[in-house]
């Protein structure tokens, strides 16, 4: 049994859904720039990110905080705290 984790922002989340929302909301582009890995700055696309990430846990770690990052971003815009 899981316990509920209110205050994980990243509980629930796959990998796949944090890209998706990423690339849509800054794009490959901007990905690549503030992490600089080369399934961000060459051809990119979810499926060679994906396998890339499962293996590479420091560049993982890396996209998870730029996704918080952008998740709490929304969240102040949006005036929720």
């Given amino acids: 049994m899981t316990t509920p984790q209110p ?5 629930g989340l796959t990998l796949e859904k944090m890209l998706e929302e ?3 909301e800054i794009g490959w582009e901007e990905m690549g720039r503030q992490i600089i890995i080369r399934c961000f700055t ?4 979810i499926k060679s990110s994906l396998k890339f ?3 590479t846990p ?12 952008h998740h709490t971003a929304r969240r102040e815009a949006r005036g929720i705290d």
């Avoid at 060459?42 to 696309?45: I, L, V, W, Y």
């Fill in 7 to 11: 205050n994980n922002p990243l509980h």
């Fill in 22 to 24: 990423l690339a849509a």
């Fill in 42 to 45: 060459h051809d990119p696309s």
């Fill in 53 to 55: 990430l499962r293996r």
């Fill in 58 to 69: 420091w560049a993982r770690s890396k996209v998870e905080a730029l996704y918080l990052q």
